[in-house]
């Protein structure tokens, strides 16, 4: 089986800076499409940013835009989501989302666990 495990949330002042990482537990699976998706209690799941690997396209929400940026390590196949510029409004669980290979058989709309963002005043 392949899972996706988030790192890198905390608590951080606003103004400040997190990364974080979203690896998949099996060094074969090679992504095809990845996202982050966050949400606050009493909140939709919404899409934060997303990247297509091979083409490079990138889309990124309202709020991301010029402080998040998505990237993917290819040879960890991980993925990463640079948070500049935090807001108190930033707060909430990131999930990281993806499909890809694992050998002949496509695994599509993979979850991560979750990892907690808290930004403070």
């Known amino acids: 089986q392949v899972q996706l495990v988030e790192s890198g949330g905390g608590l951080v002042q606003a103004g400040g800076s997190l990364r974080l990482s979203c690896a998949a537990s099996?060094?074969?699976?090679?992504?095809?499409?990845m996202g982050w998706y966050r949400q606050a209690p009493g909140k939709q799941r919404e899409l934060v940013a997303s990247?297509?690997?091979?083409?490079?396209?990138?889309n990124y929400s309202d709020s991301a835009k010029g402080r998040f940026t998505i990237s993917t390590d290819n040879i960890k196949n991980t993925v990463h989501l640079q948070m500049n510029s935090l807001k108190p409004e930033d707060t909430a669980i990131y999930y990281c989302?993806?499909?890809?290979?694992?050998?002949?058989?496509?695994?599509?709309?993979?979850w991560g666990q979750g990892t907690q963002v808290t930004v403070s005043s």
């Open positions: 990247l297509n690997p091979t083409s490079g396209l990138t």
């Open positions: 989302n993806a499909g890809g290979w694992f050998g002949r058989i496509y695994k599509s709309d993979l």
């Open positions: 099996r060094s074969s699976f090679s992504f095809v499409v």
